[in-house]
């Protein structure tokens, strides 16, 4: 199960941290990823971590202004979303996967989301 929380209303400019907690799978050997879905758009990618939390890859739009990172020892994967833009308004989901990626349909497991509304 993957419960994500931390979104809300914030201004442009603004900043928020996402928090994804894991549980009811065995270990740390999974990576977690974030995604986005906008208004009347497609779900996509935002950035993902790998199990020892060693790597991880961000898409352009939010290089620089976002930082993933994960506590194995609280099962958490934490999203920090700074600079923020009326673009990234959108409900932000985390996933659960085999490996490192950006791509939704790499990824088994999903929480239910968390709306997050930039507007000033």
């Known amino acids: 199960q993957l419960q994500a929380c931390g979104g809300g209303l914030v201004q442009p400019g603004g900043s928020v941290r996402l928090s994804c907690a894991v549980s009811g799978f065995t270990g740390d050997d999974y990576a977690i990823g974030w995604f986005h879905q906008a208004p009347g758009k497609e779900r996509e990618g935002v950035s993902c971590?790998?199990?020892?939390?060693?790597?991880?890859i961000y898409v352009d739009s939010v290089k620089g202004r976002f930082t993933i990172s994960r506590d194995n020892a609280k099962n958490t994967v934490y999203l920090q979303m700074n600079s923020l833009k009326s673009e990234d308004t959108a409900v932000y989901y985390c996933a659960l996967g085999p490996e490192p990626s950006v791509r939704d349909y790499e990824f088994d497991y999903w929480g239910q989301g968390t709306l997050v509304t930039v507007s000033s």
């Open positions: 971590i790998s199990s020892s939390g060693g790597s991880s």
